[in-house]
């Protein structure tokens, strides 16, 4: 290395520490520019929405207004807004009007772009104004490379059911958790087309993958068509699928389904038995305190303490059961009873739910 | 005599100086493909992390449950305070477990009095080897709060308490004294909606000195105008912003801060939780973690992303700052010494050869390297062996490649998350960043080379560390 190498070297990096100062003046007084311009579309989109959700006004001023606005200043209101603001019902009112828009529809030509952020707003404004023209673009996108288009393109799919349903049933056990348990809120948006999807899917020689996931999803919409075919499914031979159709089977409140949780709280399996006491803990199913009781001195920790909460949710001669353990003589089902007994009605739902 | 050593001593100082060049030249190389590789995600994950997006992960169910880890010693002052911002965070299933690690001032009774506690028997899992627990409380009015009260064992030592009385899948470590923004929880687990495996992820820490702080809420966002805190804020941005983001497409990270950072529970359980002989065991955790993984062929990837914000506080010392990374450097080269055999070893894949040696060659031995080259450049100049104009020049290019390297971090905070609002602390960061190599680094290499002494001695001390506490916001911003 010579010194003219190292002079080179001092005027290249002399060069870019000029572009990154020029940089940082630049971005400040863009960067600057733009967030006031946003803030300025919001604080007008703001009391338009309001008085549309609160007073019904018309509807057509959002439309207008937003008209008014720069494209990108528009759509990032409208997505800044839109979630916490306007229920799935509200939206699907506004959504049509703004389908058409020009702003609207110049932003969704983007969502074939080869630049996954335009593909990602463009998914972004979909979930708020897709329609029936869409569906194409919106299964395109459900199969999106980048994983942050997938995931919001979970909520366009939402918006419009219809057959971008069955494609999301079908992906839906190559899911991590995760996503998953986010598709699945999703899809509860439209829980008679999604339970009538799941229907011919819930047998008992599906693919255990695909049949837990199923499941699960007939336990998030709670849809009683649905859950009744989940319960058929309580002897699977998979322990697997029967920890899952416990697990599901909290979201079913009928007389029919007390005996098969009475059932899974007798499993072979830990977690199949966890998962029965707190669903017999949910359903406030207060004929299982015996089998409660005496699955508080369980040799599982998890069943202890599923138990011990689910006879503190039912509360009554339940919970008097549970005091009754706190002065037995099995230790560990003593110390499970006292810590529970001791936990306040809210904590007690709190920590059921979760 | 004489002639013998006139013929070999100019040829063994140029070697030496060559190869300081280039040892100089292929690590800065190193930071700039970091700077490369970091630049995309940073946008990325700017982008990812919209408020609409957000808002929708806390309304549904998808995010993981999460037990945050809080060890607290003697932290009497502060605890309520902290303790209240941790339970009011904007995420839907989490639970908080401290770990009162022996404290001899009244800090149990301070969490008595504030969350009216009651003793529970312990109704939990015991899985690894601690100090002896003293007894579990939960609160009457706080369900997501347990409190666990221990005998002292160090930082350590309450982690693994903690880890084992957690209730939930995932666990955030954290300090008692790290204030953790509102909604960074909820995007830290953004990678689980991604459809990643994840063993772990981490966070950006920032400085905290000089900003404002209300109801434990960092309200405005400050660059502390003293030149320690505000050196050591431009390099919290610069290993943040692009040096973890970069090690993501280079096999992953091997520092995951342990004032804030989210784990797999039963990964931790499984390598038997931290490890309580070292002085810096969130790095010496991620390195047995990823060796575990890599050894076990089990799925989980260690990843950073940089818009979930904790807020920590710097030394404002040089006595402090100094005892602070004498330790962190001692915890390398012990982390480091631990667990050799994975260095240069292609079994573990890019840690055992990208990761590791990085860690060997760019941090642990830097500071000798560094003071070896100061001083050589020094004497041979003064001696007339090596050339003036070649000396200059050659500090000169380290110095602007540091500066170039500090103010593309400080664009790259300006480009992304901005959180420096004001004009004037955008002026001290480009500031600080020309000031760095002046002394702060010096300093920096001298505190890191006692730690090669100390820890030939066999020394395992923290070394007492000193907080001013944050600034409050003025009464008029509460409204």
């Known amino acids: 290395m010579t010194l003219d190498t190292l002079v080179v070297a001092l005027i290249v990096e002399g060069t870019l520490i000029l572009a990154c100062l020029l940089g940082l003046v630049v971005l400040r007084v863009h960067l600057a520019a733009r967030a006031r311009a946003v803030e300025a579309g919001v604080r007008l989109l703001e009391p338009v929405l309001h008085g549309w959700l609160v007073e019904n006004a018309d509807v057509h001023q959002i439309v207008v207004l937003l008209r008014r606005l720069a494209p990108g200043v528009a759509f990032r209101s409208v997505a800044r807004l839109a979630t916490p603001y306007l229920t799935f019902q509200r939206q699907q009112t506004l959504a049509p009007l703004l389908r058409n828009e020009t702003w609207v529809r110049e932003m969704l030509r983007h969502g074939q772009s080869r630049m996954w952020w335009r593909r990602f707003d463009a998914a972004r404004l979909l979930s708020i104004v897709g329609g029936d023209g869409d569906q194409a673009l919106i299964a395109a996108l459900l199969n999106d490379r980048s994983a942050a288009v997938r995931l919001v393109a979970i909520d366009a799919a939402a918006r419009l059911g219809g057959q971008l349903v069955d494609i999301e049933l079908d992906g839906l056990p190559q899911r991590q958790d995760a996503v998953q348990a986010y598709q699945l809120a999703a899809l509860a948006r439209h829980p008679r087309v999604v339970a009538a999807a799941l229907l011919p899917r819930l047998l008992s020689d599906a693919p255990p993958d695909s049949l837990n996931a199923w499941i699960d999803a007939s336990g998030a919409l709670a849809s009683p068509e649905a859950l009744t075919r989940v319960r058929e499914l309580s002897s699977h031979p998979r322990a697997e699928v029967r920890l899952h159709v416990a697990r599901a089977l909290r979201r079913l409140a009928e007389p029919e389904t007390v005996p098969v949780l009475l059932a899974l709280l007798a499993d072979a399996d830990w977690r199949v038995r966890a998962q029965a006491a707190r669903a017999l803990g949910a359903l406030r199913v207060i004929q299982a305190t015996a089998a409660l009781a005496e699955a508080v001195r369980d040799r599982s920790w998890w069943v202890r303490y599923r138990a011990a909460l689910a006879l503190a949710q039912i509360g009554g001669d339940a919970r008097e059961a549970l005091l009754v353990v706190t002065r037995g003589e099995d230790a560990l089902a003593r110390d499970m009873s006292v810590l529970v007994a001791g936990l306040s009605s809210a904590a007690v739902i709190e920590m059921s739910e979760v | ?479």
């Open chain 2, 1 to 479: 005599m004489e002639l013998l050593i006139h013929d070999w001593f100019p040829a063994a100082v140029r070697f030496a100086d060559l190869s300081i060049l280039w040892y100089m030249f292929l690590v800065n190389s190193f930071f700039a493909l970091l700077l490369i590789l970091a630049a995309p995600q940073l946008f990325a994950h700017w982008r990812f992390g919209s408020e609409d997006v957000l808002a929708r992960s806390l309304t549904s169910s998808a995010v993981p449950r999460v037990s945050i880890l809080v060890p607290a010693h003697n932290e009497s002052v502060s605890i309520v305070d902290s303790l209240r911002s941790l339970l009011t965070l904007q995420y839907p299933y989490y639970e908080v477990v401290l770990v009162n690690d022996g404290s001899t001032d009244d800090t149990l009774q301070k969490l008595h009095d504030a969350y009216d506690l009651y003793e529970v028997p312990p109704a939990v899992m015991r899985r690894l080897r601690t100090e002896r627990v003293k007894a579990y409380y939960r609160s009457r009015t706080w369900s997501k709060l347990l409190v666990v009260d221990k005998q002292n064992g160090g930082k350590a030592d309450s982690l693994n308490v903690a880890l084992d009385a957690a209730r939930f899948p995932y666990v955030l470590a954290c300090d008692a004294d790290t204030l953790i923004e509102p909604d960074a929880l909820l995007r830290l687990a953004r990678p689980f909606l991604f459809d990643q495996k994840i063993a772990a992820v981490g966070g950006t820490i920032r400085v905290v000195n000089s900003c404002t702080v209300d109801d434990g809420r960092v309200i405005d966002a400050r660059v502390d105008g003293r030149w320690l805190s505000g050196i050591q804020t431009v390099e919290y941005l610069r290993a943040f912003l692009f040096g973890r983001l970069g090690w993501n497409l280079l096999g992953g990270n091997l520092i995951i801060s342990g004032a804030f950072g989210l784990f797999r529970r039963d990964y931790l359980t499984e390598i038997l939780g931290y490890a309580t002989s070292t002085v810096t065991e969130d790095f010496e955790l991620i390195v047995r973690l990823q060796r575990y993984l890599k050894e076990q062929g089990k799925p989980g990837k260690v990843v950073f992303i940089p818009d979930p914000v904790a807020w920590t506080e710097v030394p404002t010392s040089v006595a402090v700052f100094g005892r602070q990374r004498e330790r962190w450097h001692r915890g390398l080269i012990a982390t480091m010494v631990a667990h050799r055999t994975v260095l240069f070893n292609p079994r573990y894949g890019a840690m055992g050869l990208i990761a590791m040696p990085y860690f060997l060659i760019a941090e642990m031995l830097a500071p000798v390297v560094e003071a070896f080259g100061l001083v050589i450049t020094v004497l041979c100049t003064l001696t007339g062996v090596l050339e003036p104009r070649f000396a200059l020049a050659f500090f000169a290019a380290a110095y602007l490649f540091g500066t170039l390297l500090s103010l593309a971090a400080i664009l790259m905070e300006e480009v992304s998350f901005h959180r420096y609002r004001h004009t004037s602390d955008t002026l001290r960061l480009v500031f600080f960043a020309f000031i760095e190599p002046f002394g702060y680094r010096q300093v920096t290499v001298w505190f890191r080379l006692k730690a090669f002494v100390r820890y030939l001695q066999g020394d395992h001390s923290w070394g007492r560390m000193k907080r001013e506490g944050f600034a409050a916001a003025p009464s008029g911003a509460k409204g």
